[in-house]
């Protein structure tokens, strides 16, 4: 016997979490691809809303300025999109590590900024720094709980599809998000980031009724949650997709 499909995916959107937000994006373009159209409801919603840009972005292109030139990318979006402070920590792109250090940076930044909502990537995202922010994140986010900060942790896709039990309807700000998505020009030669993005996002809908044409998905964890390492709690989300065992 296996779970519903309402067990593994939400057949309802959900209204936007209160604020303030903190987003961790492994790098500049990963929060517009991955979020952009939530962040821009939130902007319109008067949601504050912080961006931490974690790595140099140094491997996306072969000119001597891609860093500079994805640094001003990203203020470009971030301006659009409404973020209340942009901040790199230029850690080198492709080796990401959630090391003590990045960890108690991230853990203090929280503490500072005193977030109601943490973004971070899905634990089954490709690219090893998306799945590396997912990890620094999530140990920070423990961290600040032990300081009696209940922050709620929430997971988006930035690639590929990861669990969910979130959808934001994203339908009416899709044009705006394309524009931002547009910014990024340097990613998208490279490939055409915004058209995959679209089609993640249209993907989502599978479940929703007819007149929602673009969601974003997440995973919000309990609060809970924290009390296991992020393996043991992104092992614990797999298996719903496994078949239940039965009883004796």
């Known amino acids: ?16 979490p209160s604020g303030p937000w903190v987003v961790f994006a492994p790098h500049a373009d990963d929060e517009t691809f991955g979020m952009g ?12 809303t912080h961006l931490v840009v974690l790595t140099d972005g140094s491997k996306g292109g072969d000119g001597q300025d891609i860093v500079k030139t994805r640094i001003d990318e990203a203020k470009k979006a971030s301006n659009i999109l409404g973020f209340k402070s942009l901040t790199f920590w230029d850690e080198p792109d492709r080796h990401l590590d959630a090391s003590e250090s990045l960890v108690t940076r991230a853990s203090d930044l929280i503490f500072e900024l005193e977030p109601a909502c943490v973004f971070f990537p899905g634990p089954l995202e490709i690219h090893p720094d998306h799945r ?18 209940g922050v709620q942790p929430y997971s988006y896709e930035i690639g590929v599809q990861n669990p969910i039990n ?12 394309e524009r931002v998505m ?3 020009s340097s990613q998208n030669k490279e490939n055409n980031y915004p058209e995959l993005v679209l089609a993640l996002n249209k993907g989502r809908t599978f479940s929703l009724a007819a007149e929602v044409k673009f969601a974003e998905g997440f995973f919000q964890y309990k609060l809970t949650d924290l009390d296991s390492t992020f393996d043991e709690i992104t092992h614990r989300i797999v298996d719903l997709y496994q078949r239940i065992p039965s009883s004796p």
């Open 182 to 184: 547009s910014i990024y």
């Open 132 to 149: 590396a922010a997912a990890l620094l994140v999530w140990n920070a986010l423990q961290k600040t709980r032990d300081w009696g900060k």
């Open 37 to 48: 159209g939530t962040l821009l409801k939130a902007k319109d919603q008067g949601i504050d």
């Open 1 to 16: 016997m296996f779970n519903r499909e309402d067990v593994l995916i939400p057949f309802n959107t959900s209204p936007l």
């Open 166 to 177: 979130t959808l934001v309807n994203t339908t009416d700000v899709t044009s705006a998000k």
